[in-house]
């Protein structure tokens, strides 16, 4: 008898209409699933933009408090979209309440959150995940697919950047991100370093350098306020496996779309990608070096899913789709998730490593 999973989503911005977006339509990219979603519960302190919500996507029911909604006893599973701010407060009341936590990135504001959550976990039986969902494009599947059968050979470098442009306009009022801290290290660079991890490991040292393009900007108020958060991070970076290179944020990377890079070199082969060419992968063997990079297309191809087809191209929020999939996979089958409130925590490491290197002007270790 197929299980059905209540869902109870905590914000209604962007992202919460994405990760509704994406257990709404599930059943269409894995009909052959063994279980069933549907949207229980949506929350959001802006009762004005709530009740539309809620209507939109046929929630059953809606709430302005987060507890009422994390402590429902019909709803299964918690999918954390508020700002990270308020992350650590409901993550700890869904341990609490005993739910499966699905959490966008970052886990939380700082790493000193991110531990009081890790020792919360001890004893916690249920399923939790990051929604690091740059792991989940085919070309992200593909590319690890590649990287375990050794074709690489032993990590050399590499180079794997987040740009955007969105911060360019110097008249720009600055949304809450940027009031509250929230910087381009865990906006942006928290995406790609937990790609970099998830392809080639954990990192040892870091040396990192920030800037904030305009000292000042105008407020939701229009009143100009300091500007605390950073719009540039460049972080070089020394792996376990003995590779070097650069991680790379950016909000001030003019003409810049939403464009994930990277570059990954080793002693026998190389991979390249460009999220703006989202359907192909750049691979090369050294087996054959006149033949320079091959153009493998890897398209729609997963092996869970024949929807709409493998060789239609791919958008960027189908990372999304497969990324809540595979978390409910996990709930489904009582399995440890991949990425893990575990995973965050590391990725909270780097990052805090890097803002630390910043202030120093120093290497410093991850720990």
């Not at 302005?64 to 954390?80: A, G, K, Q």
């Not at 306020?225 to 950073?230: G, K, Y």
């Not at 994930?260 to 002693?267: D, N, P, V």
């Not at 595979?326 to 399995?335: A, I, P």
């Amino acid at each position: 008898m197929e299980k059905t999973y209540n869902v109870g989503i905590i914000g209604t911005g962007f992202i919460g209409g994405v990760h509704a977006y994406g257990f709404s339509n599930l059943k269409y990219y894995y009909p052959e699933s063994s279980f069933k979603v549907k949207l229980f519960g949506i929350c959001d302190v802006r009762n004005e933009v709530l009740q539309k919500f809620r209507d939109n996507h046929n929630f059953s029911f809606a709430t302005t408090d987060c507890r009422e909604l994390i402590n429902h006893p019909d709803i299964d599973i918690i999918d954390i979209c508020s700002p990270n701010v308020f992350h650590k407060e409901q993550i700890l009341e869904s341990i609490k309440a005993g739910k499966h936590i699905y959490c966008e990135k970052p886990i939380v504001s700082d790493l000193k959150e991110s531990e009081q959550v890790i020792e919360a976990l001890k004893g916690f039986k249920k399923i939790h995940q990051m929604t690091f969902n740059s792991r989940f494009f085919p070309t992200s599947v593909k590319a690890k697919e590649i990287i375990e059968e050794g074709k690489l050979g032993k990590p050399v470098s590499f180079r794997i950047a987040y740009h955007h442009s969105g911060s360019i306009e110097k008249d720009k009022p600055m949304g809450w991100k940027q009031e509250k801290g929230a910087g381009v290290a865990l906006d942006l660079g928290a995406h790609v370093i937990d790609m970099l991890y998830y392809f080639w490991g954990e990192v040892s040292e870091v040396s990192a350098i920030t800037r904030i393009l305009y000292p000042e900007r105008k407020n939701r108020e229009g009143k100009m306020v300091a500007v605390n958060a950073e719009d540039y991070f460049s972080c070089n970076a020394r792996l376990k496996n003995g590779a070097i290179g650069n991680i790379e944020a950016s909000k001030i990377a003019t003409g810049a779309e939403d464009e994930i890079q990277y570059e990954l070199f080793g002693t026998e082969g190389a991979l390249k990608f460009n999220s703006m060419h989202p359907n192909f992968l750049l691979c090369f063997n050294q087996d054959d070096p006149h033949k320079g990079y091959s153009v493998v297309p890897v398209v729609s191809r997963y092996p869970e899913s024949t929807f709409p087809g493998p060789k239609f191209s791919v958008g960027w929020i189908r990372g999304h789709v497969h990324s809540i999939y595979k978390f409910l996979c996990s709930v489904d089958s009582n399995t440890c998730a991949s990425p893990s409130f575990y995973d965050g925590h590391y990725n909270m490491k780097v990052v805090e490593a890097a803002i630390q290197s910043d202030r120093s002007r120093t290497w410093i270790p991850v720990k």
